[in-house]
C-alpha cells in the first residue's frame, strides 16, 4: 500500500463487523509458500509515509485455513513488515522457529512481530481476535531478531511523560507513556501505551485533558482501552467520540483538538514516519 498526503482521519472499532467487509487473509510468504489463514479487515488503508495499515483479524469456526473446532495453525515470517499487535480475544502459543522460544499469549497481550521473524502460531479453540498495525519504510533502520511480548494491563517498563514540539506552541507535555517497541526495522516505529489522568502531566484535577495536537512525530494509530476522548478534526469541523475498544488513525501535520473525558484514560499506539530522527 502507497503512502498518501491525505490528512484523513480513520475511525473503527474492535467489535466492526462489517457485512462483505471481512475477508480471508492470504499472503506469499517467502518461508512457507501461499498461505490462507484467518479473516482479516481493514481499518485503517494507508498513512502518509512508508506503507501503514492496521485493522482486525480473526479466526474461528469455518474460517480460512482453521479446523472445524475453530482452532488454527500459522506458520509466517511477516514478510511485508513489522507487525505490533493487541490480543483483544482468545489465546495461543506461539514459538520462534529460530530458537523454539515459546509465549502464551491471551486478551491484552501486545506482541510485536519484526519484519521476516519467523514464527509458528498454535491458536486455541474457539476463535482469536487481534488488533494489528503493519508497518514498512524504504528507509532502513535496525534490524531486529527476537519477538517482543508485552501486556496493556502488566506494563513493567518505567511510565515517563509524553512530551514532543509542535511547531506553533513549543515543547508540549501531556500524560504517560510506557514504551513497549522502541523502533521498528525500517523508519521511525514507535508502540506503547499512553495514559492521562488526575496527578498526571497537562491533567486537570478531575483528569480531563484539553490539546491541539498535529501528529509531529509521524501518523498516529490508536487503539483505546479504557476511558473516553473527543477527537476534533480542526480542519473539518468533524467531532468524534470514542470510547474502549475504538480505533482511531490520525495522519502526521492534520491539526486536533483531543480531550480526554477523564478521570483516566488509556490506550495502545503506533507512531510510524518514514523518515530517521535527524
Known amino acids: 500500500m502507497t503512502a498518501t498526503a491525505s490528512k484523513t482521519i480513520y475511525v473503527g472499532n474492535r467489535n466492526l463487523n462489517p457485512v462483505g467487509k471481512w475477508t480471508p487473509f492470504e499472503w506469499e510468504d517467502p518461508k512457507h509458500g501461499q498461505q490462507a489463514k484467518g479473516e482479516v479487515v481493514v481499518i485503517r488503508p494507508e498513512g502518509t509515509s512508508g506503507s501503514l495499515m492496521s485493522g482486525l483479524w480473526r479466526t474461528g469456526h469455518e474460517i480460512a485455513g482453521c479446523e472445524a473446532d475453530g482452532s488454527c495453525w500459522v506458520k509466517y515470517s511477516a514478510p511485508v ?3 505490533t499487535m493487541v490480543i483483544l480475544e ?3 502459543v506461539i514459538t520462534e522457529t529460530a530458537t523454539g522460544k515459546k509465549h502464551r499469549v491471551g486478551a491484552g497481550s501486545i506482541v510485536a512481530n519484526p ?3 519467523d514464527l509458528y502460531w498454535e491458536i486455541d479453540a474457539p476463535f482469536l481476535k487481534k488488533f494489528w498495525v503493519m508497518w ?4 532502513p533502520a535496525t534490524p531486529e531478531t527476537d519477538l517482543i511480548i508485552g ?3 502488566d506494563l513493567k517498563a518505567q511510565w ?3 512530551s514532543w514540539t509542535e511547531p506553533e506552541l513549543g515543547r508540549q507535555t501531556y500524560g504517560e507513556v510506557n514504551i513497549v517497541r522502541p523502533t521498528g526495522s525500517t523508519g521511525t516505529y514507535t508502540a506503547g501505551v499512553w495514559r492521562m489522568g488526575a496527578g498526571m502531566p497537562g491533567s486537570a484535577a478531575d483528569g480531563t485533558t484539553t490539546f491541539r495536537y498535529t501528529a509531529p512525530l509521524g501518523d498516529h494509530t490508536l487503539f483505546l482501552l479504557e476511558g473516553g476522548a473527543q477527537v476534533s478534526d480542526d480542519a473539518t469541523g468533524d467531532v468524534y467520540e470514542l470510547g474502549a475498544g ?3 488513525g490520525l495522519s502526521a501535520g492534520a491539526p ?3 480531550t480526554s473525558t477523564g478521570p483516566y484514560f488509556k490506550a495502545f499506539f503506533v507512531i510510524s514516519n518514514a523518515d530517521l530522527p535527524a
Open 81 to 83: 513488515g513489522d507487525e
Open 151 to 153: 501486556d496493556v494491563h
Open 90 to 92: 482468545g489465546t495461543a
Open 136 to 139: 514498512d519504510s524504504p528507509t
Open 256 to 258: 486536533v483538538t483531543w
Open 115 to 117: 519484519k521476516h521473524v
Open 160 to 162: 515517563t511523560p509524553f
Open 246 to 248: 475504538d480505533v482511531i
